[in-house]
């Protein structure tokens, strides 16, 4: 008699225990005997799921090549199912803008102030960029 570790294959590895609990559910449906692993660690340390290897979804060897077949099928059918309400690429000039205020506006509010300080005291924009600036010669 074989050892019970070899009657089950990995199908999919999840990070949450909900994505797997629906999938899982869903090869049920279809008929192949699917069951959910690694569910106890995640009420406590749900932080530690993916670096465990995630939720791990089993079925029996015997239903591997069409479980896994279900599983292309299940993504072609779902693939742009609701293509209509996917968040298009419109909405970056935000983070652009965010991304300017936050690094672009201090370096512009020090580009005009420096203006007015002594020929002695300015230092090139590229080593404010650098964090390199030049030592001050001493007079002796």
Not at 6 to 29: G, I, Q
Not at 60 to 88: C, G, H, M, T, Y
């Amino acid at each position: 008699m074989e050892d019970g570790s070899n009657d089950y294959v990995l199908l999919l590895s999840l990070a949450t225990r909900e994505e797997a609990e629906v999938v899982a559910a869903a090869f049920r449906a279809d008929g192949v005997d699917a069951f959910v692993e690694r569910t106890n660690h995640l009420g406590m340390e749900w932080f530690y799921a993916l670096a465990l290897g995630g939720v791990r979804i089993f079925a029996p060897r015997s239903q591997a090549v069409e479980s896994k077949q279900l599983i292309r099928e299940r993504i072609e059918e779902n693939a742009n199912a609701f293509a209509d309400e996917r968040v298009a690429p419109r909405d970056r000039w935000k983070i652009w803008l965010l991304i300017a205020w936050l690094y672009g506006l201090p370096w512009l509010l020090m580009l005009i102030g420096s203006w007015s300080w002594p020929e002695d005291e300015k230092h090139h924009p590229l080593e404010w960029i650098g964090g390199v600036t030049r030592a001050p010669v001493l007079q002796r």
